[in-house]
């Protein structure tokens, strides 16, 4: 006799599968692994540990130590504390804003001079790129033999053309200094705006420009209501790659001044390095390190809040 | 395929014994900033005759440019991870001995005549009792001088402080006549590196003055005078002012400046000088009745390396002190090497100027250091020309100068008075 279980055999439960939207998801996650690891041990964990640094009064030999030490303020109190602080913070302020300002000016107005294509433009792209091409400290160098008040060649062009009636003080005026090295630093950063610049331009359609034509408008309206909104998108991404630049820009400062004459020129980032590199004071280094961060992290957040909100009116 | 098998096997035994030979060296890391100057050749040879004397071991002796050198080295002893052989600019000594990552040498140097023999500054290389350096260089200084433009506007070589200013008044000329200086009497570096504070050292020294002294500062009134002095030369328009360095050196060795203060070095430019400058260089004493003195550059050894490898980085730093190889280094470099009574007659010979540079090392009265405070001598470099610089832009009045730099330096380092 055949006894009949109330229930039927219980079949076993497979696993339930996971939908194509979720195996998608697994997959990039995946492949995004390496980049994530990459970040996180380039980028976080050294910024962790400056962060760590920045909390203890620490010896050169004991940073790569475990830290057994009391945790302090010290290092930020002395930083801001320090009558330099607020210079410093001036002088960032200009060399950034102003130096990417000039760099987006010239290599807006390249651009579209190459846009152009006029005879020629091959070797003026060229010519026009070529500053990129040159290390940060070869450029600075150039420009300090360049300005330089005994034997520049600006000088002697201004005194030849009787622009001026003695050589300019470029680098060792405190007045004058910060002007120059963040001139110098723009003229470096510019192709990287020209480049972005005309691959925007080359991404308008020229239909538009064709239509506004027709419809009579100018140049300087053209350039205002088709070039301008055209290249919105391209003008974000290149302002905040060229303030985040130019707010760890160090080796230009320090080759043509060294952050002097009266810590005119000693912006934050030159700062972090006297600190840690001529005082030996990781500590201190390390919390000058960290309110660069807040500072460059906040005006380029807003920076980008700002162009965001403009872009959904 | 037999045959492919045969010859690979031949080729493994003629490179493996090679591979375990060079597995077996030791190899110690020597990077300088001296190697591309006129010090190379002597750094060259030292290296390749420790490695014949110590078949095991191997020297990679690498260039770096001073300033990315010191960077260089103060990341790699925050990361553990220190050249064997470190040579450094002297005024890094202390600052690196207060953080712990340079051994004493007392243990190895005790049993030498190092002590003894040595330029008094080596004395002076140490922290609480040890000692963390080998002196190589001794600042010794000269008046650089064009014999040329001092015989034209019949003035003597200054042997005074007062006379070296009036000779730089004369020596300052519009020399075409179009109402601009073209010829400065006298190079001076005012700006904001370290070479500007060794500006204001050099008068302040020759002023019979140390800028600390048993912990205290010196006067603000001692500190404005030296200011004041230095800003006379900049009013007059004796020399360019903020120049640093290169400008300074350049400005002499093409035919612009009658006068300059440089160390022992100095003939190493005369290579690269303009014609007319190059056959008619001179070097005086610096006319100042005290000198600055104190180390230039020295050799030290890392905390954070085995025994072993102390053991056979000390065998280099004594090698480099020996008679012999201290007497190259005065034939070779034209420098007044650390150990005393190294320079002989040939190498008189060869650098004239050797015996002047050598009798200024020696018998230095007064320290450029700031004594007691060493280990800050960078804070006190930036504190002082920050200072300076504003003073020479016409900024701050040298009294006001000075109370800015005492105020800064009482309030950045501990214990100063």
Known sequence: MVTLSAEPAAIPRRRPRLGRQARTRLLLILLMLP????????????????????????????????????????????????????????????????????????????????????????????????????????????????????FGLVNYLLLASGLVSSPVAFLTSPDVAIWAVTFATAWKAYPFFTIMMLAGLQSIPHSQYEAAMMDGAGRARRFLAITLPGLRGFLRVTVFLGLLSAFRNVESVLVMTGGGPARSTETLAVRVYTETFQFLSPGRGAALGVLTLIVAVATTLAFLYATRKRADI | MRRSIAALGLGLAAILPAADRAAAQTVLDFPTYQLEESFGPWWKALTEAYERENPGVR??????????????????????????????????????????????????????????????????????????????????????????????????????????????????????????????????????????????????????????????????????????????????????????????????????????????????????????????????????????????????MPKDISAERKELVWKFIQMAASPEWQKRYAMVTGNPPGRLGSVDGEAREKWPFLALFEASASRPSRSHLPIGFENEYNRFSSIFTEGMTAMVAGRLTPEAAARQITAGLKREIKGLE
Not at chain 2, 193 to 215: A, K, L, P
């Open chain 2, 59 to 300: 020297i990679k002796l690498t260039n770096a440019p001073s300033n990315d050198h010191h960077r260089m080295l103060t990341t790699r002893f925050a990361a553990g991870n220190p050249p064997d052989i470190v040579h450094m600019t002297a005024r890094f000594i202390w600052g690196y001995a207060d953080e712990g990552v340079l051994e004493p040498l007392d243990r190895w140097m005790d049993k030498t005549d190092i002590k003894r023999s040595w330029v008094p500054s080596q004395a002076s290389l140490s922290v609480a009792g040890a000692t963390y350096g080998l002196v190589m260089l001794n600042y010794g200084w000269g008046l650089v001088y064009n014999e040329a433009m001092l015989r034209q506007a019949g003035v003597a070589v200054p042997t005074t402080e007062p006379e070296l200013f009036e000779a730089a008044r004369k020596l300052t000329r519009d020399r075409d006549g179009d109402g601009r200086t073209d010829q400065f009497g006298m190079a001076l570096n005012t700006s904001s590196s370290s070479w500007g504070f060794m500006t204001f050292m050099h008068f302040h020294n020759g002023r019979d003055r140390d800028i600390v002294q048993n912990r205290k500062l010196d006067d603000v009134a001692e500190i404005t005078r030296t200011l004041a002095r230095i800003q006379e030369y900049v009013k007059a328009g004796v020399t360019p002012a903020g120049l640093d360095n290169n400008p300074m050196r350049q400005l002499f060795w093409q035919g612009n400046a009658a006068m300059y203060i440089d160390g022992s070095w100095a003939p190493g430019y005369a290579e690269r000088a303009a014609d007319a400058v190059r056959s008619g260089w001179r070097i005086a004493p610096l006319p100042f009745p005290n000198l600055a003195g104190g180390p230039s550059n020295a050799l030290a």
């Open chain 1, 35 to 150: 980049a994530i690891l990459c970040t996180a041990v380039l980028v976080a964990w050294p910024i962790g540990k400056l962060i760590q640094i920045s909390f203890y009064e620490l010896r050169l030999a004991e940073l790569m130590r475990p830290i057994v030490k009391p945790w302090t303020l010290a290092n930020y109190e002395a930083a801001t504390g320090h009558p330099g602080f607020l210079p410093s913070l001036m002088a960032t302020a200009i060399f950034v804003f102003v130096g990417t300002a000039l760099a987006l000016v010239i290599g807006l107005a390249t651009a579209l001079l190459l846009d152009l294509k006029l005879t020629g433009s091959s070797l003026v792209e060229i010519l026009v790129v070529s500053p990129w091409s040159v290390a940060p400290a070869i450029a600075s160098l150039i420009w300090m033999f360049l300005l330089n008040d005994q």
